[in-house]
């Protein structure tokens, strides 16, 4: 699926400013991890920009198959939230 990710969505995540945007699966757990950069300045507003796009909103229907939320998420995440333990530039 991610093979051939739509021009139009591809689009739409950079218009959102998000950058470096990567997702990984862990086998045979089928577990995802998904990292970007955001360059923005009003993350909600983009993310709400992104949602609200026919395009994209047609291509997560095709997605939301594949994933199955963990069951410790906050209320309202669908791809649960992380701490981040380490950094270094």
């Known amino acids: 699926l ?3 990710v739509w021009p139009d ?3 739409m995540i950079s218009a959102c400013n998000i950058r470096n945007y990567s997702i990984y699966l862990k086998e045979p757990e089928h ?3 998904s990292t970007f950069e955001y360059h923005g ?3 909600a507003a983009d993310m709400a920009k992104m949602a609200a ?3 994209t909103q047609e291509w997560w ?3 939301m198959p594949c994933q199955e939320p963990l069951p410790t998420r906050k209320e309202g995440e ?3 939230s ?3 333990v380490f950094h270094h530039d």
């Open 53 to 55: 796009d026919p395009k």
């Open 41 to 43: 300045t009003d993350y």
């Open 31 to 33: 577990l995802l991890f």
């Open 78 to 80: 669908w791809w649960a």
């Open 61 to 63: 229907a095709l997605c």
């Open 2 to 4: 991610h093979a051939a």
């Open 82 to 84: 992380m701490d981040e």
């Open 9 to 11: 969505v591809l689009a």
